[in-house]
């Protein structure tokens, strides 16, 4: 009665949890378009999306995916093949015991009439089950901690999903072989099981158990005579054959009960069977009813976002979609580490200890994000520099083993950040092109504003401005400005101009505006003349300084050899520097 009382809360809690991150996927939102569609129009969105698809050949497809991904994993092992060993050991024996067995009242019994825990092939399959997850655990702890292969830090939900699968794994396998040689769970298995039992007819049972079956009982001692032996072995096939299969297919748990069968009566004077039943019990309830908050959701939504990804066109499909599929890729990372090890700038994390920079980190950043989560200026800043010296490479994407399209998750995250007014020099850089190219914005307004705060926060015109104290250690005057390029052997070359144009004519970006000073401000052969006259305020808000694509055109072809397109780097860096030290 308590076991099925408590096996209904947690599959209750479990179903609450579960509709609760549902709703999410619909509730939750990440860049500025999914702002703007209501969470109705969502849920209507997805459910026609799903009845398409059902409806359609795109089934056939779906069928495909779920056996060669969701199965067996084909995605995976085309990339690593220990890892596929890993994950098809743990997710492949999660799922057989889930089903076979943790919702066996729900499942298993449904589809077999005479399924019983403990006959064949259950028996087999349950310790089948326990030891693959026990095998990819350890291949994941020695992954982890021993190869010498840059790994994600092991984060608290990492360290939860381990603890609790190996926590259920090993209480399971204890307490079935704490049962194979229990005298008093035989005791009570066969007063249950026998019809009308007699002293003689338990003696002949114990007999043939302890004999033949591994188990143990202290009134009993080998040898046995024959005919006590077929007496049992009769008794056995009327009374237990039914609903007990030999122990040794229990592979896991009998191995177990023969180490433990010397301690046969100190296991029932301890009261062992019944603590390990509690606390297997125990981590089942936590493990089921805490599954949709925590990493191992990803058993579902990993192999529901391979299908969603296969058959949604990206190009055709509706915003509303996009919006709620990005959701579900949220909770689908297995915090693997693939993207981050071939990450174009991963390399930068060396040198800036920021995690946002790694594709992998990023993730419980864009979840805070999207759900509207109210961060800190430093939080915002550090989410926003991972974000921005992403190179838009799509090797996160590429290599991602449950098929998240990360580089549309960093984009939509961009526009999110970029709209809460933290400043981002990025945004003046070439670098922004791509934002311009690969997202629809409503509006010039809207795109122009975040490029606007950045350009008057290095300036100075904007809401900067109560850090521009000239009494400030880190105020930037007129002759601090000057030094710092003159510490710079490139950049101090700035002196050698006679502003002959001879750059400025060279220079794309200048070519490519019929009236260039309305556009990007001063030249470069200006910019050069303004710093002699330290017009700092004419040079970083001039667009040229950021409109400078690096293509070093200037620079080859001035005749006094003066390096413009170094000068124009120092520049943007003095302007960065001179911002983010204001702003502290």
Request: proline share 5%; charged share 15%; glycine share 6%.
């Amino acid at each position: 009665m308590f076991y099925s009382m408590s096996l209904y809360i947690s599959l209750a809690l479990f179903l609450l949890g579960l509709v609760w991150k549902i709703s999410t996927w619909f509730r939750y939102r990440l860049g500025i378009e999914a702002n703007q569609i209501p969470t109705s129009v969502r849920i209507i969105e997805a459910a026609g999306g799903v009845i398409t698809t059902l409806f359609s050949i795109k089934i056939l497809i779906l069928l495909k995916v779920f056996v060669l991904e969701v199965i067996l994993q084909a995605r995976t092992f085309r990339e690593d093949s220990y890892r596929w060993l890993m994950h098809i050991c743990i997710y492949g024996g999660f799922m057989l015991l889930l089903v076979m067995h943790g919702l066996s009242r729900f499942t298993a019994e449904i589809i077999f009439a005479d399924y019983y825990s403990t006959v064949n092939p259950f028996l087999f399959l349950r310790d089948l089950g326990a030891m693959g997850v026990i095998f990819g655990l350890l291949l994941a702890l020695l992954r982890r901690f021993v190869h010498r292969r840059w790994r994600p830090r092991t984060n608290a939900m990492d360290l939860y999903a381990i603890l609790i699968l190996a926590a259920i794994m090993v209480s399971g396998i204890l307490l079935e072989g704490v049962k194979i040689v229990s005298p008093a769970v035989f005791r009570n298995m066969a007063q249950d099981y026998l019809t009308r039992p007699d002293e003689e007819q338990i003696r002949s049972l114990t007999s043939y158990w302890v004999k033949e079956l591994g188990a143990v009982s202290p009134g009993l001692q080998g040898p046995f005579d024959s005919k006590t032996i077929e007496e049992g072995r009769i008794i056995h096939e009327m009374n237990c054959m039914q609903c007990h299969s030999r122990p040794q297919w229990a592979v896991a748990g009998y191995a177990v009960s023969r180490l433990i069968a010397p301690l046969a009566e100190d296991v029932d004077e301890k009261g062992l069977p019944d603590i390990l039943w509690h606390l297997h019990f125990l981590a089942c309830f936590l493990g089921l009813a805490y599954l949709p908050f925590s990493k191992m959701l990803h058993v579902f939504t990993g192999p529901l976002v391979l299908m969603i990804n296969t058959v949604m066109n990206h190009d055709s499909a509706t915003p509303a979609n996009l919006a709620t599929r990005q959701m579900i890729e949220l909770d689908a990372c297995v915090h693997c580490g693939a993207c981050s090890r071939r990450c174009s700038v991963a390399v930068a994390f060396g040198e800036i200890p920021n995690e946002s920079i790694l594709p992998s980190e990023k993730i419980p950043s864009l979840k805070a994000l999207a759900a509207g989560k109210t961060l800190s200026p430093h939080e915002l800043r550090t989410i926003q520099q991972g974000l921005f010296l992403c190179s838009n490479c799509n090797r996160c994407t590429l290599v991602c083993p449950v098929g998240i399209r990360l580089r549309d998750l960093w984009v939509s995250a961009r526009e999110m950040v970029v709209v809460n007014s933290v400043p981002e020099p990025l945004l003046l850089s070439p670098f922004s092109l791509y934002r311009g190219l690969t997202y629809g914005f409503n509006g010039q307004i809207q795109y122009r504003k975040p490029l606007d705060f950045v350009r008057n926060a290095v300036t100075g015109g904007s809401s900067m401005d109560h850090a521009l104290d000239s009494s400030s250690p880190l105020y930037f005057g007129p002759k601090k400005l000057l030094s710092n390029l003159s510490a710079s052997i490139q950049a101090k070359t700035f002196s050698d101009c006679y502003v002959c144009m001879t750059c400025s004519n060279a220079c794309p970006v200048v070519r490519n505006y019929r009236k260039p000073n309305e556009i990007v401000g001063l030249m470069p052969h200006q910019l050069i003349y303004a710093i002699g006259r330290r017009h700092w305020d004419l040079i970083f808000g001039s667009m040229m300084l950021w409109d400078c694509l690096g293509c070093y055109q200037c620079q080859e072809h001035c005749p006094q050899n003066v390096q413009v397109a170094d000068i124009l780097y120092q520049l943007k860096n003095i302007a960065i520097l001179r911002m983010n030290d204001k702003s502290v």
